[in-house]
């Protein structure tokens, strides 16, 4: 298993960000005290909460010490950022509690979201607040297009590593919700993400759902298998009027009181 690349992961920073400041928006009027930001990356999304919640003491967690690499080198010379503390961990083994637990685009990573929400309701202090974002974005042609392509390939991924996706349907958190609080709220958002170019479609996944298929190439097997996909984006995605094309991401979020 290969660790994650920052550097890829925040070429497209605005667009990855703008859920996180749209999620912490929504609970600016909670003004939490102690925060933890699970699967905080490259400190993106752990700045965003301090920049809401500029007294707030942050603590931003990651398995990937790429990522928490990035994110100390990013932020630990910026004043406003200096005292965030960025740190290797694992969501499920949390042992403090918090005023606020907030994730962006992580989740989908973590198994066994019955018993993953409960968990991490009861890591909240007395009125603290759950706030997360995950993408549901697996029926978008860009997703699709890369198994296809991967499936109808002659190269070998039988070793290929991939990190368990566990996302659920709206209504099965609903579920899940109701069974934790009484006080709850679930909204979906479809971002439409400006892309200048089919080959950005394929730099957006390069660092992320592609990685488990790249990995198992050579460079000239992973340029073969690029082009071919390369190719079957632009029969699916149109060029627009200003020369660009669209992705269309599909985004869940929720909020829960303890």
């Known amino acids: 298993m290969s660790d994650w690349n920052s550097e890829l992961y925040l070429k497209f920073n605005e667009q990855r960000t703008q ?3 749209d999620l ?3 609970i600016e009027r909670y003004n939490p005290f102690t925060i933890v930001d699970l699967g ?3 400190g993106n999304s752990t700045a965003v909460l301090k920049s809401v919640f500029p007294k707030a003491r942050l603590t931003g967690i990651d398995n990937s010490p790429n990522m928490i690499e990035q ?3 990013t932020y630990s010379d910026i004043e406003a950022y200096s005292d965030i503390e960025f740190k290797l961990g694992d969501i499920q083994n949390l042992n403090e509690h918090y005023d606020l637990i907030f994730s962006n685009a992580c989740l989908q990573w973590v198994p066994d979201h019955e018993s993953l929400l409960p ?4 890591s909240l202090n007395e009125q603290g607040v759950l706030a997360v974002q995950i993408p549901i974005n697996e029926q978008e042609p860009l997703f699709q297009m890369i ?5 109808q390939s002659t190269s070998d991924f039988s ?5 368990k996706n566990d996302t659920l349907v709206p209504d099965d958190y609903y579920e899940i919700l109701s069974t934790c609080t ?5 909204w979906e958002t479809v971002y439409y993400h400006d892309m200048p170019s089919h080959e950005e479609l394929v730099n957006w996944v390069r660092g992320t759902r592609l990685r488990p298929y790249l990995n198992c190439l050579n460079d000239e097997e992973q340029q073969i298998f690029e082009a071919e996909l390369l190719r079957r984006l632009k029969a699916q995605y149109p060029v627009r009027k200003n020369k660009h094309v669209i992705l269309k991401f599909r985004r869940l979020f929720f909020i829960a009181i303890k």
């Open 147 to 151: 198994k296809e392509t991967a499936t």
């Open 119 to 122: 968990f991490l309701m009861k």
């Open 24 to 26: 912490a928006k929504r």
């Open 40 to 42: 905080c990356g490259p």
């Open 159 to 163: 070793q290929a590593y991939f990190e």
């Open 182 to 186: 009484s006080d709850f709220d679930i």
């Open 71 to 73: 994110a100390r080198k």
């Open 19 to 21: 859920p996180a400041m």
